[in-house]
């Protein structure tokens, strides 16, 4: 039988992956603050709740994608959410990139009150989201993961459980940490190659198919050449991610440091208002930074 599956949040990512669950046969209702994303869901089939009550009332998979640790707590706790109106036994997964230690809380309180939480933070963009290929990075029990795995195969390719709740959110955040500093360094090497007046295109071809070779440079190279840095993954999250990684990091006494350069080049992207763009627009700070700035 097939699952009934709340899904809350319908942003640049939230929105495609619901519609791929529709697509893979599930019944998707729909929760989002502004009404027209709920409703661009249900013209593709799924549904469209008036509240986070409406969404989950029965429903067997809960998901949640939304920005920040206080949006999920938010969403979880608050006298609207998911713990006051969800059914005992069903599975909550949160595919929201937030703090490890609030993952790991609320995955707490979620089983005191019946659930079974997953925190499953994904990777890949809207791209990715659109074609159902994100990788997914997953915290919980193996039994409730098993139990949504075809949840799982309907918005991801690579799909693994890496461990006890909040561990998905640990591997999110090396995970950010990791594409913050290959769009910054893509974004050095593509000055660089610009102050020489290098065939751009060309070079990032042959960059391609070598060691340097990577999915940064696949998806945002040509953004870069273009000076085009429409939103999919806006910058001003990335910040939030990145705050993420220090604080962890600073909890662990793990040393970053060049995750601490990147995070601070990324605040500085976002506090000259420009968190708005693509992370690829990581690329004006280190084109101002040249003097290459054609603005």
Known sequence: MSKTI????LGIM???????????????????????????????????????????????????????SPDVEAVLTGDDGILAHASAGATWID????????????????KTAGLKPLDAPVSGGEPGAIDGV???????????????????????????????SGAGQTVKAANQLMVAGNIGLLA???????????????????????????KVLDQK??????????????????HK???????????????????ATVAQLVAATVQQGNGGLDHSGLFTVIEALSGKNEN
């Not at 009404?35 to 089939?45: I, N, Q, S, T």
């Open 6 to 9: 709340a899904f809350i949040g």
């Open 14 to 68: 939230g929105l495609p992956m619901a519609k791929n669950l529709v697509n893979a046969g599930f019944d998707v209702r729909g929760f989002n603050r502004t009404p027209a994303k709920a409703d661009a869901l249900a013209e593709a089939g799924g549904s469209a709740a008036a509240t986070i009550a409406e969404a989950v009332d029965g429903a067997d998979v809960i998901i949640t994608m939304v920005p920040d």
């Open 188 to 214: 050095e090497a593509v000055v660089f190659l610009e102050a020489y007046g290098v065939e751009t295109g060309a070079a990032l071809q042959v960059l391609g198919g070598g060691l340097a070779g990577s």
């Open 241 to 259: 991610d990145m705050g993420i990684v220090t604080a962890a990091a600073r909890e662990a006494g793990v040393a970053i440091p060049l995750g």
């Open 95 to 110: 595919f929201s990139t937030i703090r490890p230690d609030v993952a790991k809380d609320l995955a707490e309180q979620a």
């Open 134 to 164: 994100l990788s997914v990075m997953i915290g919980g029990d193996q039994a409730d993961f098993d139990a949504v795995s075809d949840v799982f195969d309907a918005v991801g390719k690579t799909i693994v459980l890496v461990g006890p």
């Open 221 to 238: 190279g040509q953004k870069m050449l273009d000076r085009s840095f429409d939103p999919g993954f806006r910058l001003e999250l990335h």
